[in-house]
């Protein structure tokens, strides 16, 4: 009997372990209708959308197995509360559940017109989160709720005052959240939570701002996606700073001629990252015009850097040299998707914003960073050039 007992505490052991292998989503929602819910997180190599799941006592089950923790996303497709129809026929989607995945036991709990607030249970990260998750949601809520609103009651030709209240919203709300989340990441240096926040802000923070901020997260998570993210922009800022010399292009002209910086030096070259989808790039190349017929024949230079967004280089191709064509730029161009295997310009040069121009001094190092697409550079080249 000993020997019997032992062996079923030993197969039960198993069964036990074997089931902590992977993740059970239990998901539980008013309003459900027949709207298709889905379950959707990044792998280390593809991004996962699930919809397959099983119902067991009026509880959604979603099972798998993810490595480490992940950011997933929940939600329900064709649900009009979580989407805008715009008059074009396109479609601009809610927000959805964000939480993080693990091999536990996850349960989420909500309304299906609302998903974005549903509370969520299991796992460390999610219990830490809960924190402040709460009044997170209730913003999410606001900023989208007047963002609706607005698009529901406009009507064209009118004053856009609606549209002008949403974004006053979103402003007040994203600034509210941001304290939130900062305050989160003092009290919580050590969580996953704090590292992913960190990691939406990278973008939006100094270079010295983003580096002191990841110095005083603890060490816990500084293996995670997260902060491999957040150490290569710091790294990426830290190579392209004012003083340093210019990262080599690795590129190809228009016209299929090697791009060569070093064959530019004696010459203040200013790289000018657009790409054709980006209105405000496209808005300042006029200005650009104005300055390279000003000061080309005193030794400055353009380089255009474009990112295109198609997934296929002959469609990127494509596009980038029709917008070349369209504005009329004859300053030296390359494509950063071409060869962005081998070399990556756009995340070498640390750049997140579009468009944002890099200047370069007759040696080859940077002497000014400017984003957007103001005419702060016209002060810069009035200095250098004296005119």
Not at 112 to 130: D, F, I, L, R, S
Request: charged residues 25%; contains cysteine; proline residues 3%.
């Amino acid at each position: 009997m000993k020997r019997y007992f032992l062996t079923l505490c030993f197969v039960f052991g198993l069964f036990s372990s074997y089931a902590q292998q992977g993740y059970t989503v239990k998901v539980k929602v008013s309003n459900r209708k027949n709207y298709t819910p889905y379950l959707a997180y990044p792998t280390t190599d593809s991004y996962v959308v699930d919809t397959a799941y099983t119902v067991l006592n009026g509880w959604m089950l979603f099972k798998g197995k993810v490595s480490g923790t992940a950011l997933a996303s929940f939600g329900f497709r064709r649900n009009p509360a979580t989407q805008i129809e715009t008059d074009g026929g396109g479609m601009i989607p809610g927000p959805s559940l964000n939480f993080f995945l693990s091999n536990e036991s996850i349960q989420i709990e909500g309304d299906a017109n609302t998903v974005y607030m549903a509370k969520v249970t299991g796992g460390k990260a999610n219990q830490e989160w809960a924190v402040i998750k709460a009044k997170q949601n209730a913003l999410t809520h606001q900023t989208w709720t007047s963002l609706k609103k607005a698009f529901d009651t406009y009507k064209p030709g009118t004053d856009s005052l609606v549209f002008k209240q949403a974004s006053k919203i979103r402003d007040v709300n994203a600034a509210k959240e941001e304290k939130l989340q900062l305050d989160f990441m003092k009290n919580y240096p050590n969580s996953l939570v704090s590292m992913y926040f960190l990691a939406n802000m990278q973008n939006s923070l100094s270079f010295e701002a983003l580096k002191a901020a990841y110095t005083k997260l603890g060490a816990a998570h500084k293996n995670s996606s997260f902060a491999k993210g957040i150490a290569g922009k710091i790294s990426s800022m830290e190579a392209t700073a004012i003083g340093k010399k210019a990262i080599p292009l690795h590129k190809k002209d228009i016209n299929g001629k090697d791009v060569n910086l070093e064959s530019l030096k004696g010459k203040y070259v200013l790289l000018d990252f657009w790409g054709s989808w980006c209105g405000p790039c496209r808005s300042s190349h006029p200005h650009l015009k104005k300055l390279y017929a000003k000061y080309k024949a005193e030794g400055f230079e353009i380089v255009g850097i474009a990112q295109e967004q198609s997934e296929k280089l002959a469609d990127n191709l494509k596009t980038w040299k029709k917008a070349i064509a369209e504005d009329g730029i004859g300053w030296i161009q390359v494509l950063n998707n071409d060869g962005i295997k081998t070399f990556d310009a756009v995340r070498a040069y640390g750049v997140s914003a579009f468009p944002t121009k890099i200047l370069l001094d007759k040696e080859g190092k940077i002497v000014a960073r400017y984003v957007g697409d103001g005419e702060e550079i016209d002060a810069k080249l009035r200095a250098l050039f004296g005119k």
